[in-house]
């Protein structure tokens, strides 16, 4: 499982910004699809952000093995 680099967006007039960017996918040898969660929680693309954030996406599987990885979402610039 991989993610994005890190995102640098400019802020539009209300201080934010839509950002895009590709969901990991996680893969399992035992065939069976890893639970794969998101902080913070319920966020997906697209998606408006109003500050910088750290994106985390964490994939387990039914063993218990897990494996992370992170993005930031950088707001840059005044509008």
Same mark, same amino acid.
């Given at each position: 499982? *991989?993610?994005s680099?890190?995102?640098? !967006?400019?802020i539009?007039?209300?201080?934010? !910004?839509? /950002?895009?960017?590709?969901q990991? /996918? !996680?893969l399992? @040898?035992? @065939?069976?699809?890893?639970?794969?969660? /998101?902080?913070?929680q319920?966020?997906?693309?697209?998606h408006?952000? @109003? $500050?910088?954030?750290? /994106?985390?996406y964490? !994939?387990?599987?039914?063993s218990?093995?897990k $494996?992370?990885? *992170?993005?930031?979402v950088?707001?840059?610039?005044?509008?």
């Amino acid at each position: 499982m *991989s993610c994005s680099s890190d995102i640098r !967006a400019n802020i539009n007039a209300n201080s934010t !910004a839509l /950002v895009n960017w590709t969901q990991p /996918v !996680a893969l399992d @040898n035992s @065939n069976l699809a890893p639970q794969i969660t /998101v902080l913070p929680q319920g966020i997906s693309p697209p998606h408006i952000f @109003n $500050k910088t954030t750290l /994106v985390v996406y964490t !994939a387990r599987d039914g063993s218990g093995n897990k $494996k992370q990885c *992170s993005f930031r979402v950088v707001l840059e610039g005044e509008y």
